[in-house]
T-cell receptor, first 110, second 112 residues
Framework: NAGVTQTPKFRVLKTGQSMTLLCAQDMNHEYMYWYRQDPGMGLRLIHY???????AKGEVPDGYNVSRLKKQNFLLGLESAAPSQTSVYFC?????????FGQGTRLTVV | DQQVKQNSPSLSVQEGRISILNCDYT??????FLWYKKYPAEGPTFLISISSIKDKNEDGRFTVFLNKSAKHLSLHIVPSQPGDSAVYFC???????????FGTGTKLQVIP
């Protein structure tokens, strides 16, 4: 059971570079989410999707874009990385009652 | 505006004793509450949940209590084991799109 898979697991970017984080789930969930975790801040919602072709802003969407072209995939893009985007990123998918998380992507922007 | 608050960033408990993790929320529209457990270098995993129509839910060593009037929930772990050492996130669901709002987490250390 793969569940929720995030790639890559680690990445170091230079300021101004772009990258895309991929999230894939095999549970046929409609809802998918991208969070970032920072020390003392818990998990903060960046963007989410309630179904294929839909996206919406979460709590901290600035500097990020997302796409949900296929139901099983939710992509998080950073167009021009900034040091403030150094964080651990978690993708999740959910049913009505439970969310399942990927193992996280540790991103460092230097 | 932190709608889900975990005011204790850390907690240490002796093995075999009870661990009590607390969580407060401000949004009365939340209708479902969850606890997640997170080990280092792993994603959070679901632990236990409770609907707003209940005041208690039990699963083995884990019990969640909900006090709606106080907008407070707690997670009890009895007896605590060293393997329970992790960060515990309280979360609340509400609104039309199944969004889940997480607290900041409490790091539990169970001392052998």
């Amino acid at each position: 059971n793969a569940g929720v898979t995030q790639t890559p697991k680690f990445r170091v970017l230079k300021t101004g570079q772009s990258m895309t984080l991929l999230c894939a789930q095999d549970m046929n969930h409609e809802y998918m989410y991208w969070y970032r975790q920072d020390p003392g801040m818990g998990l903060r919602l960046i963007h989410y999707s309630v179904g294929e072709g839909t996206t919406a802003k979460g709590e901290v969407p600035d500097g990020y874009n997302v796409s949900r072209l296929k139901k099983q995939n939710f992509l998080l893009g950073l167009e021009s990385a900034a040091p403030s985007q150094t964080s651990v990123y978690f993708c999740a998918s959910s049913t009505n009652t439970e969310a399942f998380f990927g193992q996280g992507t540790r991103l460092t922007v230097v | 505006d932190q709608q889900v608050k975990q005011n204790s960033p850390s907690l240490s408990v002796q093995e075999g004793r009870i661990s009590i993790l607390n969580c407060d929320y401000t949004n009365s529209m939340f209708d479902y509450f969850l606890w997640y457990k997170k080990y280092p270098a792993e994603g959070p995993t679901f632990l236990i949940s409770i609907s707003s129509i209940k005041d208690k839910n039990e699963d083995g060593r884990f019990t969640v209590f909900l006090n709606k009037s106080a907008k407070h929930l707690s997670l009890h772990i009895v007896p605590s084991q060293p393997g329970d050492s992790a960060v515990y996130f309280c979360a609340a669901r509400g609104g039309g799109y199944q969004k889940v709002t997480f607290g900041t987490g409490t790091k539990l250390q169970v001392i052998p």
